[in-house]
């Protein structure tokens, strides 16, 4: 098992930007994809992005459109998510996600996730 601990949220204006950090600590992440998941108040939790165990390869989801870019740091331990041109739609809470796996997807069912942050808030005012 992994923890996680996200970091990085707030308020912020819209078209603002906002960087999202996770620390893992009990297992190394190169052994993991890693990705980031959101929930808003009344949805269902739904993926955003991903980074392959490698690194090589990311997944975003189609509302991404290139204002977010994930990234990860296997020799510290640490996947950040870099967001700009928020927007009012993007609040929610954001949480990381580890999978025992080459990759996460927006396919990726996340009863398959293994291990979760706690999240945190992102509020985007208009």
């Known amino acids: 098992q992994v923890q996680l601990i996200e970091s990085g949220g707030g308020l912020v204006q819209t078209g603002g930007s906002l960087r999202l950090s996770c620390a893992a600590s009990g297992r190394t992440l190169s052994n993991y994809a890693m990705g980031w998941f959101r929930q808003a108040p009344g949805k269902e939790r739904e993926f955003v992005t991903a980074i392959s165990r490698s690194g090589f390869s990311t997944y975003d989801a189609v509302f991404v459109k290139g204002r977010f870019t994930i990234s990860r740091d296997n020799a510290k331990n640490t996947v950040s998510l870099q967001m700009n041109n928020l927007k009012p739609e993007d609040t929610a809470v954001y949480y990381c996600?580890?999978?025992?796996?080459?990759?996460?997807?927006?396919?990726?069912?996340?009863?398959?996730?293994?291990?979760w942050g706690q999240g945190t808030q992102v509020t985007v005012s208009s």
């Open positions: 996600a580890a999978r025992p796996a080459p990759f996460i997807t927006s396919g990726t069912d996340p009863r398959n996730i293994s291990d």
